[in-house]
């Protein structure tokens, strides 16, 4: 099948490469006319795992095209993807002028029956919007092509895109005409061989599903953060404890780390956006409120550790951070706790010395921009030599066993922060660390 994918981040990447390993034949399109040139040129403007050799290799194959001009590049589509960002609205609601310049363009640029997707997530209705206006620029064309709006929300994971995207655990496809669901399935179809993944609904249904699917996820992390505050609180350990809940196959062990708050570029926006579409269809959402307050308020759970053992004024300390981005496996710092812990201990005369894998870059030149106060390393030993404490952010794997002689030389004192809520080292008291991590 020929598609295009209409923004070239996170979602259109990796969407429009797995389509084209799968042999369609893909374009992915962007406004941002410096991430095509480097597309075009082999060079793949985020970190995902994976990504870079299945882009190269389609290139190669002739499967895989990136281009500015959406015009150009649906003249001969058979499917036309929507996967451009829908970040967060001053006042909370997902923002739809990028997903709506899409629909305008594309109704602008047509030329013949089109089934159009929207990938990206969505407040429920905007389907809806989406095919006005198409309409609306085909009416003033005077042009009575038909065309087919269909909800796709995406499930993937930064840091696994490839894989979810590959072996999804189901494809969900909200279509109100036969014929989108036939050429859906035809697309997909690949993905699902194993066995049935491919759920059809209602296009209200499917935009509800994304946001459903996300909230369910941030309520058990907050759950288990609030857990984990009052674990700290009747001398409970919030580690046990969730070893112990896990158990039960009802509540599972996935997703009830004890930690720093969810952060990225879904959980935050989509739980906000959920709350504001329920309040603007006249609903109070008390637990999707409090999940979001719980989740603020968790940010700063590690930088209080930090403030009670040395007091309000940091002056003259710096500390040594290991991890920025918001989960291992990706560059994206999007509503990372690392920015909101970093700003809080900086606000307080702190120094830090910050190590990440990969995402040192946004941070530099984004999300810690202009803050004072912050030296970053290519190393992770550097960022501990004459530190007063180490804090540990991230879960990436070359985290998990690092050298505790080697830290206890370069800190001043073993004192170890841990804000990471998917690995305890072992024993590290018994190694002489002083060390706080959430939930004990
Ligand atoms: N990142 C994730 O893990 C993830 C997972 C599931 C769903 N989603 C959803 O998918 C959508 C995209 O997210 P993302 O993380 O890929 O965003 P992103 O910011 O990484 O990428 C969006 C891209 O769209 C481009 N763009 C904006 N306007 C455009 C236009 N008019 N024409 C062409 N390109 C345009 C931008 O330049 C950018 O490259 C969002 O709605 C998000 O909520 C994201």
Redesign the pocket.
């Given at each position: 099948m020929k598609v295009v994918i209409?923004?070239?981040?996170?979602?259109?990447?990796v969407s429009g490469t797995c389509f084209a390993e799968m042999g369609n034949t893909v374009t992915c399109?962007?406004?941002?006319a410096e991430?095509i040139e480097k597309l075009n040129n082999g060079i793949i403007p985020?970190y995902e795992p994976g990504l870079e050799a299945m882009v190269l290799k389609n290139i190669d194959r002739k499967n895989l095209f990136f281009s500015t001009s959406?015009k150009d590049s649906i003249q001969s589509a058979d499917i036309v993807f929507i996967?451009?960002?829908?970040?967060m609205g001053d006042d909370g609601a997902?923002d739809l002028q990028?997903?709506l310049?899409?629909a305008k363009?594309i109704g602008q640029a047509m030329n013949h029956s089109l089934v159009v997707v929207d990938?990206?997530?969505?407040p429920v209705g905007t389907a809806d919007k989406v095919k006005a206006t198409i309409q609306q620029e085909l009416d003033t064309r005077g042009s009575d092509i038909s065309f087919d709006v269909v909800s796709n929300?995406?499930?993937?994971?930064?840091g696994a895109?490839i894989n979810d995207f590959m072996k999804p655990d189901r494809v969900v496809i909200g279509a109100e005409t036969q014929l989108a669901i036939v050429k859906m399935k035809e697309l997909y179809i690949p993905f699902c061989m194993s066995h049935e993944r491919f759920i059809t609904m209602d296009v209200r249904s499917a935009e509800m599903t994304?946001y459903a699917a996300n909230a369910m996820l941030a309520t058990k992390i907050s759950f288990m953060n609030e857990v984990a505050n009052i674990c700290e609180r009747v001398g409970a350990d919030a580690n046990q404890v969730r070893i112990g809940i896990g158990s039960d196959a009802r509540i599972g062990y996935s997703f009830i780390y004890p930690g720093c708050g969810y952060g990225?570029?879904?959980f935050p926006?989509?739980v906000k956006a959920l709350k504001k579409i329920a309040q603007e269809h006249d609903y109070n959402a008390k637990l999707i409120t409090a999940v979001e307050d719980v989740n603020d308020a968790q940010k700063l759970v590690i930088a209080e550790k930090i403030i009670q053992k040395y007091g309000d004024d940091l002056t003259g300390k710096t500390f040594g951070i290991w991890g920025l981005a918001f989960k291992p496996g990706t560059d994206?710092m999007r509503e990372a706790p690392a920015i909101y812990i970093i700003k809080e201990l900086v606000s307080r005369g702190a120094k830090i010395i910050a190590y990440d894998p990969k995402a040192i870059d946004e941070a530099k030149g984004h999300y810690l921009k202009g803050i004072q106060n912050i030296t970053y390393v290519t190393s992770k030993y550097q960022a501990l030599e004459n530190a007063d404490a180490m804090i540990l952010l991230t879960e990436w794997k070359e985290f998990r066993s690092p050298d505790f002689e080697e830290i206890a030389k370069l800190l001043k004192q073993a004192i170890i922060f841990d804000g990471r809520n998917q690995y305890i080292a072992y024993n590290i008291e018994e190694k002489g660390f002083e060390y706080y991590r959430i939930g004990k």
């Open positions: 209409v923004g070239s981040g996170y979602v259109g990447l399109v962007d406004i941002d991430k985020i959406l996967a451009v960002g829908t970040p997902a990028y997903v310049a899409v363009e990938k990206s997530t969505v929300p995406e499930f993937l994971k930064e895109a994304k990225g570029s879904c926006k989509d994206d």
